[in-house]
């Protein structure tokens, strides 16, 4: 039905879901997935790379845990870091399409992640999309630090992102890490704004934190060399 819904619309769809495919003969294996519908295009997946210990993966030397307490699902199949793009194509200019850089839930925070994601893709990303389940944190201040982490992204990245969650916040982010339209937490509703796509690649994705930490060594040997000169 949401392919039928895209086909007719000639809209593109992102959907939060858990994935399912086979391993080895018989076994089947489960993932945090992301799945996109497009007009007359193959559905995209996109499985989550960075796992939550013990919510979706079990850390070697826990499965007693699980067995213990029969935790059904905690334990899904890891994406690749290298997964493709998003394709969108604008009904503007459909022969040009765009690319979204997909993250579920807290991977948005892990600005390394999302610059080796953007630096490997074989397709120009021009913007960020997360979709997040913050629900279980409540009224605390959870929702809006994440928000902050990815006004980070797109700064770092010179992307704009489109944030969409189930109990907030959902905002999009401009290119320089500005919030240019949000909802508030616990409230119903939609956002239905035009985003400006972007090319290229930053410094920071480019070099990663390579600069940074190159840097910091050379400080750590100066300092170590005047410390080691007699008075």
């Not at 990303?125 to 409540?138: D, E, H, I, R, S």
């Amino acid at each position: 039905r949401i392919q039928m819904f895209a086909n007719e619309t000639n809209s593109h769809v992102l959907l939060g879901l858990i994935g399912k495919s086979a391993k080895g003969d018989t076994a089947v294996q489960y993932s945090n997935r992301v799945s996109g519908f497009s007009n007359q295009q193959p559905i995209y997946h996109y499985d989550k790379y960075h796992l939550v210990p013990f919510g979706e993966f079990i850390p070697p030397g826990f499965q007693w845990f699980v067995d213990a307490f029969k935790v059904p699902m905690s334990d899904f199949a890891r994406g690749s870091i290298d997964q493709a793009p998003f394709s969108i194509r604008p009904g503007a200019n459909p022969d040009r399409p765009l690319y979204a850089a997909i993250s579920i839930c807290y991977e948005d925070i892990f600005g390394n992640e999302i610059a080796t994601r953007i630096r490997n893709s074989r397709e120009p990303v021009n913007l960020l999309v997360n979709v997040t389940n913050l629900a279980w944190f409540g009224q605390s201040q959870a929702p809006m630090q994440q928000l902050r982490l990815s006004q980070l992204r797109s700064l770092e990245t010179g992307l704009p992102s489109l944030r969409a969650t189930n109990t907030g916040i959902t905002a999009v982010i401009d290119q320089r890490g500005r919030v240019v339209a949000s909802l508030s937490q616990f409230v119903q509703g939609e956002l239905d704004i035009r985003v400006q796509a972007f090319e290229g690649q930053t410094p920071y994705v480019i070099w990663g934190n390579w600069p940074i930490l190159i840097w910091v060594v050379f400080a750590l040997g100066i300092g170590y060399w005047r410390r080691s000169q007699p008075n």
